[in-house]
């Protein structure tokens, strides 16, 4: 395999969304700015899903496909850099939730590549769990149960996202968001285009 076809993400692709994020007149109840935000998030998902069928199809070994799946988390997670130093705090407050989304993603894919998927139960059950945790302020056990979820998904499980709307704003729903496009990508990996 060439070095060009082990890069499922770069550093240069993830500072082009932020460009893109930084040059837009962002409004998050406006069509387009949500549609740039759920982009930005489902082309890291979907970088995911690759790292996960590369190691399902043996591409990657378990090793090779977690240190992947960090490098490609070292990238996304990172404190976003803007060319602009001005850059008002609410694209940073933004961009900040995409990340939170994310988190939930890269634990679900690391934890099926180190241990394969959850027991079987309905996802809803999972993310009702999450979302009681969470309001006893459990936040581990939250993103446990979520992350638990995600293994399901990579697995073919469907959630129903429309969970969300029964649930209290928080990180719950932020991860929950995550676990949309971990879904989307696994059911269709293709690229996002920048432009």
């Not at 949500?34 to 998030?41: D, E, G, K, P, S």
């Not at 899903?49 to 043996?58: Q, Y």
């Not at 990657?60 to 799946?69: F, G, N």
């Amino acid at each position: 395999m060439t070095e060009a076809e082990e890069t499922y993400y770069t550093e240069e692709r993830w500072q082009n969304w932020l460009s893109r994020v930084e040059e837009e007149d962002l409004d998050p109840e406006n069509e387009d700015s949500a549609r740039l935000l759920l982009n930005l998030q489902d082309d890291a998902a979907i970088a995911i899903a690759k790292i996960v069928s590369a190691f399902e199809e043996d591409n990657l070994d378990q090793s090779a496909a977690l240190d992947e799946l960090e490098r490609v988390r070292e990238i996304v997670l990172a404190e976003p850099e803007f060319n602009v130093e001005e850059t008002s705090e609410d694209k940073i407050m933004l961009v900040d939730g995409v990340q939170t989304s994310l988190i939930c993603v890269f634990y679900a894919a690391e934890e099926y590549i180190h241990g394969g998927t959850a027991e079987s139960a309905p996802l809803a059950e999972y993310v009702e769990a999450a979302a009681d945790a969470e309001a006893d302020d459990d936040v581990d056990a939250a993103l446990g149960y979520l992350v638990q979820a995600g293994t399901r998904i990579i697995a073919g499980d469907e959630l129903d996202v429309t969970i969300v709307d029964e649930i209290e704003y928080g990180l719950v729903s932020e991860w929950v968001n995550g676990l949309d496009s971990l879904q989307s990508a696994m059911s269709d990996p293709e690229v996002v285009e920048e432009d």
